[in-house]
């Protein structure tokens, strides 16, 4: 069972910036697709950005040009650099794969953007 545990969140000011990385045990990560999630409160997880295990990357379009995805497949990790934040990216942030079956979740990294 492979565990995720994200790091990186905390209190910005908005126009700020954060990176957030995502550590992987086990052997499948570099075969697999990686996605960054986010769930405000009181709305449902959303998916936000994904790198493909060759490093291809899709946006949604509510961080398209603010939000970079990458990864490092010998340290397993998954990044996500987070520029200009809005207070609207106020969220708990959460990495998975893409394709089901997903791993379980992570505790997440709450990331608050303050106005």
């Known amino acids: 069972q492979v565990q995720l545990v994200e790091s990186g969140g905390g209190l910005v000011q908005a126009g700020g910036s954060l990176r957030l990385s995502c550590a992987a045990s086990?052997?499948?990560?570099?075969?697999?697709?990686m996605g960054w999630y986010r769930q405000a409160p009181g709305k449902q997880r959303e998916w936000v950005a994904h790198?493909?295990?060759?490093?291809?990357?899709n946006y949604a379009d509510s961080v398209k040009g603010r939000f970079t995805i990458s990864r490092d497949n010998a340290k397993n990790t998954v990044y996500r650099q987070m520029n200009s934040l809005k207070p609207e990216d106020t969220a708990v942030y959460y990495c998975?794969?893409?394709?089901?079956?997903?791993?379980?979740w992570g505790q997440g990294t709450q990331v608050t953007v303050s106005s």
């Open positions: 790198i493909t295990s060759g490093g291809i990357t």
């Open positions: 998975n794969g893409v394709h089901f079956p997903l791993w379980s």
């Open positions: 086990g052997s499948v990560f570099s075969a697999r697709a």
